[in-house]
């Protein structure tokens, strides 16, 4: 079952935001959708809508097989060094974290 949804990005957030703003049980739901959406009647929104759930459910009940990654930092993008060289910290310098703490350098004795 899929839908002739020819939508861009936008279309999709705005898609989102009206399900959202426009929830199970509001009347007219679909065509308040639409109006928000250029060149969509308030079918293709229900029937976007329903491929979605449709999607879902194959994904849930098993028949859909998920990608398999050789490594899981590949399949989220973590391969190319982006990540920070120390998770849980933040740094607001321009040291790039090479600044030490007060508390880390030795006193000499006598100093408080």
């Known amino acids: 079952m899929k839908a002739a949804w020819r939508g ?3 279309e ?3 898609f989102e935001k009206g399900l ?3 929830r199970n049980g509001v009347d007219d739901r ?5 109006d928000y959406l ?3 009647s308030a079918n293709d929104v229900r029937a976007h809508y329903e491929a979605l759930l449709y999607d879902i459910s194959e994904i849930d009940s098993g028949w859909v097989q998920l990608p398999c990654y050789s490594d899981e930092s590949e399949a989220l993008g973590w391969d190319d ?3 920070p060289k120390n998770p849980g910290r933040i740094s607001f310098g321009s040291q790039g974290g ?3 703490r007060q508390s880390d350098v030795e006193r000499k004795k006598g100093i408080p």
């Open 81 to 83: 060094g982006t990540l």
């Open 20 to 22: 959202v703003q426009f």
């Open 8 to 10: 861009d990005v936008q």
């Open 98 to 100: 090479t600044r030490t």
């Open 30 to 34: 679909w065509r308040k959708i639409a």
């Open 38 to 40: 250029h060149d969509k």
């Open 12 to 14: 999709d957030k705005i």
